[in-house]
């Protein structure tokens, strides 16, 4: 299976890479010596892969390439699509295939899986406390290192948009870049120099937009501000550019944010603080 397979996923990455990476992690230099003593070698394996709470879905097409892997014969049948809200108990996909290759990557299959959901179902809850705003849920760079692109992947099945996926496809001007620069507008201004055209700058108060905006930043990251301070600053930029409210967000704050006006709203806990979601992997009789 190749990344053309995992719909949506970003273009460039390697699933077959990750795959191999990750059951060579759980192999080791022995294999799995649990199944290879347990298990007949031409035993064959049924099972489900089922929800055991409400989830969003995400990583199935993941799981499947590590069943795959190991057994290139495998059937697996897709129950649900990606995206999918699912009720507790709900069938994600059925396989069937070697026992002793099945069995091998039955948890690296879970933890994606798990993982996935777990981000693509904390997503989704906050999309809903957003409903109706008109502001957008945006994920942040605060991922796991290696994962970047499957935990955005999760944040855009549970209804989010992608913002940044790295350092490199915007600029990003932080506090700390303000106080090395001097000002606001000193730094804006050398980002403008290097030719870079996408320049979001993070402003925590209200006198650093005109600055920013008059040196030429094109989207406002106005940080940590209560709802009523993100409304006069929503009203003193007035269009010109995309404004996005960041900094401790949570799904009890979330609404009163949004309803501020501001264009987007990030939140890293999206990715930072997902639980697992429960999902189970079961043996099922044939017959």
Sequence with gaps: ?????????????????????????????????????????????????????????????????????????????????????????????????????????????LNTVQHLSGIATLTSAYVQRLRGTGAILLDTRKTLPGLRVLEKYATRMGGAQNHRMGLWDAAMIKDNHVAVAGDVGEAVRRARGAGIGRIIVEVDRVDQIEPALVAGATWLLLDNMAPAVLRGAVTLVDGRVPTEASGGVTLETIRAIGETGVTYVSVGRLTQSAPAADIGLDFAAVG
Excluded: C, K, N, W
Excluded at 59 to 72: N, Q
């Design 1 to 109: 299976m190749t990344v053309a397979d995992v719909h949506t996923l970003a273009t460039g990455f390697d699933l077959d890479a990750f795959v191999a990476a990750t059951l060579a992690e759980d192999l080791g230099e022995a294999g799995d010596i649990t199944s290879a003593a347990v298990i007949p070698a031409d035993a064959r394996f049924t099972a489900v892969m089922a929800s055991r709470d409400a989830i969003t879905v995400a990583g199935l097409p993941i799981a499947a390439a590590f069943f795959r892997a190991l057994d290139p014969s495998a059937t697996v049948e897709m129950q649900v699509e990606d995206g999918a809200a699912v009720a507790a108990g709900t069938a994600l996909l059925r396989i069937d295939g070697a026992a002793r290759a099945l069995l091998t990557a039955e948890r690296s299959a």
